[in-house]
């Protein structure tokens, strides 16, 4: 039986500077004692590593014009075909999310951004070329009807009656 060669160890000073060591193996590559000495070196030296105040790396760009774009949206659908959540999942998601509703802060948060957004030139244009597109779906009768029968809409009674009466008159 062969042994497996033993990888020499070394002791490390932790990045976050706090002055306490940690022993690794010379082929680690681990910088800090845990996860907590990260975090602290991290927010001290102010690196955040969400940060998008230049926007997403992606703004602007489409499958069509960039690579990445395309390959990542494929292997993105790939992974969520058929996916099914379940019932205990959503259960739970709702929960957290009805959680997060009740809290006023949160709410107000929530409401602000998305009414900055929409007062904004690009939330602007955005909701005109929506309406645009809408106007036009609704000018296609296989649309009209297709909505009509998913939303189960029948003629109510003054429709009905109105119906009634045009028909003797005709008749």
Avoid at 34 to 53: L, Q, V
Avoid at 64 to 92: F, I, M, P, Q
Avoid at 130 to 155: C, D, F, M
């Amino acid at each position: 039986m062969r042994r497996r060669k033993r990888v020499p160890r070394e002791i490390r000073f932790c990045k976050c500077e706090c002055g306490e060591t940690f022993e690794c193996r010379i082929t680690d590559l681990k910088l800090f004692i845990n996860r907590e000495h990260y975090m602290r070196w991290r927010k001290d030296n102010h690196i955040d590593y969400f940060d998008h105040s230049n926007g997403p790396w992606n703004k602007g760009l489409t499958k069509e014009t960039d690579e990445r774009v395309r390959k990542n949206g494929e292997a993105v659908s790939k992974s969520l075909k058929g996916y099914k959540r379940s019932d205990e999942y959503c259960k739970k998601n709702r929960e957290n999310r009805l959680k997060e509703w009740k809290d006023p802060e949160f709410r107000k948060d929530r409401s602000d951004s998305r009414r900055k957004f929409w007062d904004s030139e690009e939330g602007v244009q955005l909701k005109e070329q929506i309406g645009k597109q809408k106007e036009e779906l609704w000018r296609n009768p296989e649309y009209v009807a297709r909505q009509i029968r998913s939303r189960h809409t029948k003629p109510n009674r003054p429709e009905k009656f109105l119906t009634k009466l045009f028909s003797k008159v005709v008749s």
